[in-house]
């Protein structure tokens, strides 16, 4: 039984957002995602085949969708986004870092 | 789309230990659980049939196993509970709450 920090190891250097996978199973994954300033390409979507639940663990980030208005998440705030549904990530805060925890699953 | 915030509307008494589903479906549950001093019962274990993921968002406990060292836990730190693996949560801080968040899958 061994304990990670999902606040810790944190690269110093980030020059793109940062996937990292922490399970992987049937039917479920759990990522960490880290940005700082990052946001998806103009003009690009996610459009995933999986259900996604994501929060804000720290920093602060808004998150747009193709048929709704954006939604800014602060620290703690959480949503569920479905399988298919076109998003993409608008802006996150340049000073820091914005360490979101992802669930997909199907 | 609609947002909620794990941090907010956290009832100011908290008899026992709370227990708020956020997702239900087929094959995962994502929960949030607010602890204030609580802990397992005496002599009782968890003992459940689903894998479990768990994180302290905020706050301090320790848990307790079977057939391993206590895990002190304060925030940001995660583990993975296989099913089946007797578990207690032996402390929480009694000050101030202990907001888990924990994915069961199967």
């Known amino acids: 039984m061994k304990k990670?920090?999902?606040f810790e190891n944190i690269p110093t250097h980030i020059p793109e957002e940062?996937?990292?996978?922490?399970?992987?199973k049937k039917g479920i994954k759990i990522e960490r995602?880290?940005?700082?300033?990052?946001?998806?390409?103009?003009?690009e979507?996610?459009?995933q085949k999986s259900n996604e639940w994501v929060i804000v663990l720290k920093g602060e980030a808004i998150l747009s969708f193709e048929n709704a208005s954006d939604i800014?998440?602060?620290?703690?705030d959480y949503l569920h986004i479905d399988a298919y549904i076109?998003?993409?990530?608008?802006?996150t805060k340049l000073?820091?870092?914005?360490?979101?925890?992802?669930?997909?699953?199907?």
Chains 1, 2 share one sequence.
Do not use: M, Q
């Open 45 to 47: 979507w996610y459009e």
């Open 4 to 6: 990670s920090n999902i």
């Open 18 to 24: 940062l996937f990292e996978d922490i399970l992987i």
């Open 72 to 76: 800014r998440l602060k620290e703690g």
């Open 86 to 91: 076109k998003h993409r990530v608008s802006w």
């Open 33 to 43: 995602i880290i940005s700082k300033g990052h946001t998806t390409d103009k003009f």
């Open 95 to 106: 000073e820091s870092e914005t360490i979101w925890l992802a669930i997909h699953y199907t």
